[in-house]
């Protein structure tokens, strides 16, 4: 089994920054791909920032300047920083991952449980 666990959510004045975790544990071979999507209220659910399996990096466009993502393959674990935030930010975020377990399964998709960031003065 895998697990994704967020970190970092909380309340910001717009103009803040917040950095939230997401570390993978658990039965983990490779983790080809891994990033960040959120849902707003009444909003669909929609990427933020991602690596994909090839290495490079896709933002959301309205995150594009503001948002970085990194990550340590060492701790299996990704960051993304958050800087000028605005209230639109406001969302859960949920750090999802490619993981295979075994070298004879395929990639599955897992999620984290989310963790909220309220944006707001």
């Known amino acids: 089994q895998v697990h994704l666990v967020e970190s970092g959510g909380d309340l910001v004045q717009p103009g803040g920054s917040l950095r939230l975790s997401c570390a993978a544990s658990?039965?983990?071979?490779?983790?080809?791909?891994m990033g960040w999507y959120r849902q707003g209220p009444g909003n669909e659910r929609e990427l933020v920032a991602r690596?994909?399996?090839?290495?490079?990096?896709m933002y959301g466009d309205s995150v594009k300047g503001r948002f970085t993502i990194s990550r340590d393959n060492a701790k299996n674990t990704a960051y993304l920083q958050m800087n000028s935030l605005k209230p639109e930010d406001t969302a859960v975020y949920y750090c999802n991952a490619e993981v295979q377990i075994t070298a004879w399964t395929n990639y599955n998709d897992y999620w984290g449980q989310g963790t909220q960031v309220t944006v707001s003065s």
């Open positions: 658990g039965r983990i071979l490779s983790i080809r791909a």
């Open positions: 690596f994909s399996g090839g290495g490079s990096t």
